[in-house]
């Protein structure tokens, strides 16, 4: 297998069947053809990691498509990969804790300075937790009439003064059923729920063409619904928040490296792309990079802000 990656990586080091990054980022410009995954924030929550949070953007053919989560900076990291708000078809949660959603608004403000027409959806999970709002409501929390930024509901009404519509829409986050009811001649998105402890939760899959992206949130793989959902991806993007020694609430939250490499082995991932990289697991790629191939043989790819992968 060939990755398309930018000039701007200095070196890649090749070994057993890992490929591991080193050096310069790779350059924030993705390819002019073909489906690329862009970084935007490779960081989780933590205010001393360097990396903006957990956000990631398909690009097809040059065009920035969709938009997985929207962590703090990742509005920023948009503007430096000079991508377009109007070519976006969606924004897709995964779940709306605040290292994964914080930039929403900052989105929703700057786009009026944009040159957008069509409605765009808002997409994530449902809620039957009242300590977690449902994507519709947490929308309208953030910019309806009552909202904290209220200044903006219009973008909710026909009459937008950015031009457009925001459209929340909330997808289940309970059972196995996978859900896929959005989709154009270009791409179809689908997403199955998780299990993230108490918090709703959903992995995303983006197939355009013949080529697949899976992202997994925050997830446990309690309900085992990964190999599945990702059967045959290209990229495996999964969230890398705690090492294979982690015990009690983190693994209650979070996926260890080794049931990712038996994940990315049932599914045939070709390729596996860590990022909600924490401080816990910084400087311990050498042992999740062992932990993973004792199942998966595959490539993994530990992700740092801006980077850009061709599938």
Known sequence: M????????RAVFMCVGLI???????????????VWVQILGAGGPELDDTQAGT??????DNKARVLIDTGPGSSVAFDQAEAKFEDLYAIAYTHLHA???????????????????????IFGPDSSNPAYPDT????????????????LADFLTHKSSGGYRVRAR???SIGKRRWARFG?????LSAIPVNHAEVPAIAWRVDIGETSVVFTGDFNNLKNVMPEFAKGADALVANHAIPENSRGNQRELHILPSQLGRIAAQAEARMVVLG???????????????????AYDGYVLFANDGECWGL
């Not at 060939?2 to 990586?9: A, R, S």
């Open 170 to 172: 909330n997808v289940p």
């Open 2 to 9: 060939t990755l398309k990656i930018q000039h701007g990586l």
């Open 20 to 34: 591991y990054a080193v050096g310069a980022q790779a350059d924030q410009i993705c390819g002019e053809t073909g």
């Open 184 to 188: 154009n001649e270009e791409l179809k």
């Open 55 to 60: 956000s990631y953007l398909i690009w097809s």
């Open 276 to 294: 909600h990289r924490m401080n816990r697991t910084r400087g311990r790629e050498s042992q999740t990079r062992e932990h993973i191939a004792k």
């Open 99 to 121: 290292d994964h959603t914080a930039d929403l608004p900052s989105y929703i403000k700057g786009s009026y300075f944009a040159d957008r027409e069509q409605p765009l959806v």
């Open 136 to 151: 519709e409501t947490f929308v309208d929390r953030l910019i309806g009439p009552s909202g904290a930024y209220s200044y």
